[in-house]
């Protein structure tokens, strides 16, 4: 997998972007920012992408270790759905008697 991430350099920095957009969105967005903030906010995460394709590119698994953390935070996701609907349909079953 490294030897076509190497092979690879613009979609492997593609794929990390992605990744840290994601991530960033997933964890630490609140709110909205204002346009110029926002695009403030994409430009660094892109500069730091950068540093971490070429720790990537370094052989170093990063797009791996990303790839966890959203899998995880998927999971996490599906388990606050599954969650949320056991509890809307369990009180709705009890609450008409």
Avoid at 60 to 76: E, G, K, N
Wanted: charged fraction near 15%.
């Amino acid at each position: 997998m490294q030897n076509w991430f190497h092979a690879h350099p613009f979609l492997t920095y593609l794929i990390i972007l992605a990744l840290t957009i994601y991530i960033f969105n997933a964890v630490f967005r609140v709110k909205r920012l204002p346009i110029l903030k926002e695009v403030l906010v994409h430009l660094v995460m892109a500069a730091g992408s950068f540093v971490l394709f070429i720790l990537q590119f370094d052989k170093l698994p990063i797009i791996q270790c990303m790839s966890v953390a959203v899998f995880m935070m998927v999971l996490l996701r599906g388990r606050q759905l599954y969650d949320k609907f056991k509890g809307k349909r369990s009180s709705s079953d009890t609450g008409g008697a």
